[in-house]
């Protein structure tokens, strides 16, 4: 079955440390991105990328990092210069000739 | 100003009935499209319906529709026959822009819960 896997579901870290949340999708899909859900809040772009070697940055980009060197594949780092990590983060993925994201399972990161 | 509003932070609907959950947007770019994704407790995002600036007719899919009003900048998405398995958080999004560079900006959500 084609879809977008994220790995871990649960991730916990301590403060200081960076920690990289997996994305994987075999949609073949150019597009992928990420974004941070805080509760009661909706969804922020932190990253996207149109093609291999090439991401952009969305409008919290500070203290992430990602690459993408497989179109499958658009790991992100949350480093510890992010100020406030512990949420909800999203990736999906989407065609050039459709409109619609396809979302994965989601990683909730909580930073003590 | 906010891209994408939904003024409705949680709605309640009996089992069986319809109910339209609301969503107003402000755009200038004359190609945009309204989305409409559904995240249960899981916390995956299912897309449920999109609706083109241009598209003449209202979308539908299943019991959902959406009531694309371009003057006044709604699009608001109606369930018809609510389920129990309805209950979750509504998430309406815009796009903005020519196909290939999709920035999508999206609402805070509704939570709906259906009463049996």
């Known amino acids: 079955d084609g879809g977008i896997t994220q790995s871990p579901k649960y991730l916990f870290r301590k403060e200081g440390q960076n920690v990289t949340l997996s994305c994987e999708q075999n949609?073949?899909?150019?597009?992928m991105y990420w974004y941070r859900q805080d509760p009661g809040q909706g969804l922020r772009l932190i990253y996207y990328?149109?093609?291999?070697?090439?991401?952009q940055k969305g409008d919290i980009a500070e203290g992430y990092s990602v690459s993408r060197e497989k179109k499958e594949s658009f790991p992100l780092t949350v480093t510890s210069a992010q100020k406030n990590p512990t949420a909800f983060y999203l990736c999906?993925?989407?065609?050039?000739?459709?409109?619609?994201?396809?979302f994965g399972p989601g990683t909730r990161l909580t930073v003590t | 100003a906010q891209k994408i509003t939904q003024t409705q932070p949680g709605m309640f609907v009996q089992e069986k009935e319809a109910v339209t959950l609301d969503c107003t947007y402000d755009t200038s770019d004359p190609s945009y499209g309204l989305f409409w994704y559904k995240q249960p407790s899981s916390g995956e995002m299912i897309f449920l319906i999109y609706?083109?600036?241009?598209?003449?007719q209202n979308a539908t899919e299943g019991r959902y529709s959406l009531n694309f009003q371009k003057a006044r900048k709604s699009a608001n998405l109606v369930i018809s026959a609510s389920q129990l398995g309805d209950s979750a958080m509504y998430f309406c999004a815009m796009r903005e822009g020519l196909r290939g560079y999709q920035k999508v900006t999206f609402g805070i959500g509704t939570k709906l819960q259906v009463i049996p």
């Open positions: 990328s149109q093609i291999v070697n090439d991401f």
């Open positions: 949609l073949n899909h150019d597009a």
């Open positions: 999906a993925s989407s065609t050039t000739a459709t409109y619609e994201q396809y």
């Open positions: 609706q083109g600036s241009y598209d003449q």
